[in-house]
């Protein structure tokens, strides 16, 4: 594989961090851009841009040289506690879309011709998401659009932007609608976790015997990606011939109660769950993977309870360190 030029944007991110750490281990040459540094480790990036991407002449900086291939996470987001609240949804909406049209703005400019764009399942209408146990999120399925969240409006809004970069401005840019991505080095705690880092923290900072809290009645349901796994789909995407905007996902559907159970095994404690009101998302969501495995031959073979016994394990050791700071302090 020859070494290439790319940019990652979001690289200071949980995905973008990981995908960084591929490139690298690849042999490519590579920039990172982001508002911060990853927080748990150093990043891998040969050059890395402390920059604002949703500012204009910061994003144009950033593109200061042609790309082989930039790969743009970047976003304003978080778990339910931050997204579904509706609370931050004009910074949600303003921050990201600014993003999405700077980056492509800078890309055209710097003659960088193909930009993969991290979209989301949270673009699939809501009205097809209400049964838990038969959710609809195949890729046709996203119009008449009606997500519940202003979020996924904006994440549609940016797909169809990088498409008519595609028509009107010769580019080669790719899709993918991530479907709840997990792993070690993500952010659990602080409000902008999301649900399988929550679970771990809660259950690892819990007495055995004690009782942990999950919002709902834990009947939702969702499939989860181990990390690693996205990153590679990713990577087949990118330099696939496939311009329509595709699920990256695992169809191994689970409650949220029984996600709990599963990380209650993995820590081998029995706690109590309190079910307390708080943002839901939609009833039910899965990965439609039937065509991202037909086009690319792709589905992930990393199960859900092996990413999350390495999910686990990584965020107790980050509990751990927590309190063990606070003892000595």
């Known amino acids: 594989m020859s070494r290439r030029r790319i940019l990652v944007c979001g690289a200071g991110g949980f995905i ?53 291939e ?39 400019r710097s003659g960088t011709s193909k930009v993969f764009y991290s979209s989301s399942a949270c673009v699939y209408p809501e009205h097809n998401q209400l049964d838990a146990n038969n959710p609809i999120t195949s890729e ?3 119009y008449p659009a009606a997500p519940d969240s202003e979020y996924g409006w904006e994440k549609l809004f940016s797909e169809r932007l990088y498409l008519a ?20 080095l993500g952010t659990w705690t602080g409000g ?6 929550a679970l771990c923290r809660k259950i690892a900072e819990a007495p055995n015997g004690g009782t942990i809290e999950i919002w709902g009645d834990g009947e939702q349901t969702r499939s989860f990606l181990y990390v690693e796994e996205c990153v590679e789909a990713t990577l087949r995407l990118t330099h696939s011939s496939l311009a329509e ?27 109590s769950i309190r079910h307390i009101p708080g943002p839901l998302g939609v009833r039910g969501r899965n990965s439609d993977n039937r065509l991202i495995r037909e086009k690319l031959g792709w589905e992930p073979d990393y199960g859900l309870a092996k990413g999350i016994e390495a999910t686990y394990r990584w965020i107790f050791d980050q509990v751990s360190r927590g309190q063990d700071a606070a003892e000595t302090a």
């Not at 920039?31 to 402390?50: C, E, H, M, N, V």
């Not at 931050?82 to 993003?99: K, P, Q, R």
């Not at 595609?166 to 991530?178: S, T, V």
């Open 16 to 68: 973008g961090n990981h995908l960084v750490n591929r490139l690298k281990e690849e042999g490519h040459w590579v920039r990172g851009a982001d508002l911060k540094y990853p927080d748990f480790s150093k990043t891998a990036a040969d050059d890395f841009q402390i920059a604002d991407l949703s500012r204009q002449d910061r994003c144009a900086g950033v593109f200061d040289t042609g790309f082989d």
């Open 70 to 108: 930039v790969y743009q996470l970047a976003a304003d987001m978080g778990g339910a506690g931050y997204i579904f609240t509706g609370e931050n949804d004009a910074n949600v909406m303003h921050n990201s879309a600014s993003i999405n049209l700077n980056v492509l703005e800078a890309a055209r």
């Open 140 to 142: 046709d399925s996203a």
């Open 165 to 184: 970069f595609n028509r009107n401005a010769g580019m080669h840019n790719r899709i993918a609608r991530y479907h709840n991505v997990f792993g070690p």
């Open 192 to 197: 902008r976790e999301k649900v399988p880092a």
């Open 245 to 271: 905007p595709v699920n990256i996902g695992s169809e191994e559907m689970v409650s949220i109660n029984q996600l709990a159970a599963l990380i209650m095994d993995i820590a081998g404690k029995k706690l």
